[in-house]
């Protein structure tokens, strides 16, 4: 039987309405009936202004819950009959599939204050990956860099150079930093379409932690090739390298339940798409054109530059004609989750911000309606948390106000037409809750029956029921913690609190420190202590139904400390548990990472006394390091002369009292002033060592230890 491409150019806009208006039922069928018990519940005891609130919030809360059961089940049902016919990935024919990709090709990094190791080795393996795959000989690789930390940016540098002689990539790694880190990373990726998008047809976007193989990168551009009416196409990324308790329960949960999830996802999105940030192909003349930022009237936290940009480059793309796909089943695609809870609800307050940004945007002209969806449940997504903490705090005043959860109404239900009472009508309500909660979960193992290779992969049905277990009484216990943490953040937001953009930490880097668990979960701790009194004064019911919610509040400390623990997460994955097919049968540029990031740890450390400011030192001490710095610098104007004798004050105090003499503002401008560098490291060497601080004077003892660098850059590796 010959293959019959899907093409999207010619998807029938009335067939997709029709997928979505098949969703909207089955999104009502499920949510309608619940809406109604809980409306009949209110109705036996009488309808008051509590009541009615606590209804809308209910069938809000429930919509959402019930459009995430819509779409793992149409997904299910989906991938039983051999997955979803329109989607991008079928629109290739075997032939176009062994076709190289000619057009040039960017693959862009941006990083800020990254762990350097993670970052170069990450950019090590999709180069090697992509060039031994050797269809797309035409790409060329940008690691972006807004990196304010001198540390961090002397090591970029250094390392940078140091990969490009390994690999003989003179010409096809590029390093850029940005002097001024505007917009973010936004910014970042706007200031390369302006300075080399015109020699480029597509740009494959990554974040620091993301890992592709080369297939999947030139899978990624066939796909843009064969399909010239695209202008995005965001892979599906699946977690990987997961070291602490909570990193390999997110990618445990995301790798068992995320295909179904997607497939569902694809099924009513189609070629409006959303675009995720990293892990994407962009068709950068259009891209160019058409996706640059609007400025949203007003200041902060919802005016001013937006945050989260990817969601708004898809609808200005899809404004302009171009469509957005999910590549939902594409291999070689990969990304790492944070360690610890608390990295985890940083991440989150970030994204919160961004998207309650969009509010300003849900009714913009010109939008997909499919666009402002997208908007208004990325702004549902975070603002559920206080409509949760409302509607259990409305539960308690109306258990209050009726006299405790046990009441028995006289009111017939139904008008008499359903015979049952108020206790029966209100548990059947609770069991059908959970039920749909928990569908998912139940949905993605009936899924995985058919595929005993993908059951083996998670360590068999043993180890995957027991992860699935593990996995929801942690989780159940953990969202309440979530939802008060989101609720602060949008309390925060609207005070115009601003926020803090720094690197997330991952890996080995995200293991919990318990001052810090500590001082992020006692007031919730102490909440839930006063939240189990109250409402055990209520009624005796509702303390034992809400005890999940309160039992996770009141252990929040130990739960944090132990999910994010290496240690325990290692005795996990030791005894099987949260194994993923990723971890039974790794991708060789995950082994590759993963050994080469064992080797890294296993290398030399600069001694703890120089540890703080070692990128200064590097900078300032090591003649290779100091002459890579320079040449990567910015010409400058000649400075006035009260620039330059301020330059000149803070180069001899940095040499004669060391670094912590200076602020860091000041160290960050010395290291920015191409002129300083030079004639510090002309005055380091030249100088008696009486005349240097103590500083200095055991950096230069140790400088055979601390400058490994000149002797492996040019060496290349085999």
């Not at 609800?345 to 939008?367: C, T």
């Not at 959860?405 to 108020?422: E, M, R, T």
């Not at 720094?502 to 293991?511: A, I, L, T």
Request: with cysteine; proline share 6%; charged share 20%.
């Amino acid at each position: 039987m010959n293959f019959v491409p899907f093409d999207p150019a010619a998807l029938d806009p009335k067939a997709a309405t029709r997928r979505r208006h098949r969703l909207i039922t089955v999104v009502v069928a499920i949510a309608g009936p619940a809406t109604l018990v809980m409306a009949d519940l209110h109705g036996r005891t009488g309808f008051d202004a509590w009541k009615l609130l606590h209804l809308l919030l209910f069938a809000v809360l429930f919509g959402l819950v019930a459009l995430g059961a819509a779409q793992v089940l149409i997904g299910y049902f989906l991938r039983r009959r051999g997955g979803d016919p329109c989607r991008i990935t079928l629109s290739l024919t075997p032939d176009e599939a062994e076709r190289p990709v000619l057009a040039r090709t960017a693959i862009v990094m941006p990083v800020c204050n990254e762990e350097v190791g993670r970052v170069i080795e990450g950019l090590r393996v999709i180069y090697e990956s992509a060039r031994s795959n050797g269809k797309l000989p035409d790409c060329d690789f940008f690691l972006l860099s807004d990196s304010d930390d001198p540390n961090r940016w002397i090591e970029e540098e250094a390392a940078w150079l140091a990969l490009t002689h390994s690999l003989g990539a003179q010409g096809r790694i590029f390093y850029r930093r940005r002097r001024a880190g505007i917009n973010k990373k936004s910014g970042n990726l706007a200031d390369f379409c302006r300075r080399w998008g015109s020699h480029y047809r597509y740009m494959v976007v990554l974040d620091a932690d993301s890992i592709m193989t080369g297939d999947a990168v030139v899978r990624l551009a066939q796909l843009m090739e064969r399909n010239r009416h695209v202008g995005i196409i965001q892979g599906v990324p699946v977690l990987v390298n997961g070291a602490t308790v909570l990193a390999r329960l997110q990618q445990f949960a995301s790798r068992l339940y995320g295909p179904v999830s997607a497939t569902g996802l694809n099924y009513w999105q189609l070629g409006e798409a959303n675009y995720w940030g990293h892990n994407a192909i962009i068709r950068l003349a259009p891209f160019i054109r058409h996706c640059s930022l609007p400025e949203l009237p007003g200041e902060g936290p919802f005016g001013g530059r937006i945050m989260s940009h990817d969601y708004v480059e898809a609808a200005l793309m899809r404004r302009a004609g171009w469509q957005v796909w999910l590549a939902t089943d594409m291999a070689g695609n990969y990304e790492e989750s944070p360690g610890n809870l608390i990295e985890f609800a940083q991440r989150d307050r970030r994204w919160l911000q961004g998207n309650l940004q969009h509010a300003l945007l849900v009714g913009a002209k010109g939008f997909h309606a499919v666009n402002r969806v997208h908007f208004a449940l990325g702004i549902l997504a975070y603002v559920a948390s206080p409509l949760w903490l409302a509607f259990l705090t409305v539960s308690a005043v109306i258990v209050y106000r009726v006299g405790g959860a046990a009441a028995q109404p006289a009111g017939a239900s139904f008008a008499g037409l359903v015979p049952w009472d108020y206790s029966t009508q209100a548990v059947t309500l609770s069991l059908f809750t959970l039920g749909m909660l928990f569908l998912p979960k139940a949905v993605a193992l009936c899924d995985l029956r058919r595929n005993p290779d993908e059951v083996a992969a998670f360590g068999g049905w043993g180890d995957l029921l027991a992860g699935v277990l593990l996995e929801t009484i942690i989780f159940t216990l953990l969202a309440p913690v979530l939802m008060l943490f989101h609720t602060k953040f949008i309390v925060l937001t609207v005070c115009r609190q601003k926020i803090a953009w720094g690197p997330q930490r991952r890996g080995q880097e995200g293991e919990a420190v318990f001052a810090e668990t500590f001082a992020a979960h006692w007031g919730h701790t102490l909440l839930g202590i006063a939240g189990l009194i109250i409402v055990n004064r209520i009624d005796s019911t509702l303390a034992l139904w809400m005890s999940p919610i309160l039992a996770g509040l009141i252990g929040s400390i130990p739960l944090s400390y132990f999910t994010g623990s290496l240690s325990v997460g290692t005795a996990l994955r030791t005894q099987g548990l949260f194994k993923t097919p990723e971890e039974s049968r790794p991708a060789p540029e995950l082994i590759e990472l993963a050994a080469r990031l064992s080797a890294r740890r296993r290398g030399p450390r600069p001694l703890p006394e120089l540890a703080a400011n070692y990128g200064l030192l590097q900078a300032v001490l090591d003649p290779y390091v100091n002459a890579v710095h320079i040449s990567l610098l910015h010409a400058k104007d000649e400075l006035p002369p009260a620039s330059e004798e301020r330059f000149l004050s803070l180069r001899e105090t940095l040499l004669r009292e060391g670094p912590e003499a200076l602020s860091p503002a000041d160290r960050l401008a010395l290291l920015m002033d191409a002129n300083s560098m030079n004639a510090l490291h002309g005055s380091l060497w030249s100088s008696p060592a009486a005349r240097l601080a103590g500083w200095w004077r055991l950096a230069l003892q140790h400088y055979d230890v601390i400058a490994p660098l000149p002797e492996t850059a040019f060496t290349t590796q085999k």
